[in-house]
């Protein structure tokens, strides 16, 4: 996909994702095949590509899991506006909600089984001034 709008999220050795204003993308970089993850309520923030490129997370309004079998949507107002991802094993993500927000908070998400659980409420950076450097 050749678009000077598109803003990488994220990358692996097989895959690249980001967007292209409130669409997510997934692009398999030999082949160029491309593939709509879907479309966001707002541009998409974060993604994560899992280490087996098996599946990979892009979070914003809504989070969005594609696999090869289907992308998957969790719509849930307590992770709206998620901000970042980290990967803690295989198929388990933490993610960290806007940091400024009244909800902001860090979950816990298992991507084969789609449950989620909060693991804390996150409130070192209410009341800060912005930064794109967040320690979580």
Sequence with gaps: MQNNNFNKLYESEKYLVGHIFENAYLIEKDTGKTTLIGEFYGEPSCAIISPNNEWCIVGGFTLKI?????????????????????????????????????????WELNIQTKEYKKLMDFDNYKKQQYTDEIEW
């Design 66 to 106: 594609w696999t090869e079998d289907e992308v998957f949507e969790i719509k849930d107002d307590n992770l709206y506006w998620a901000c970042k991802f980290k990967q803690v094993d295989i198929n388990k993500v933490e993610i960290l909600i806007d940091p400024w927000a009244d909800n902001s908070s860090i």
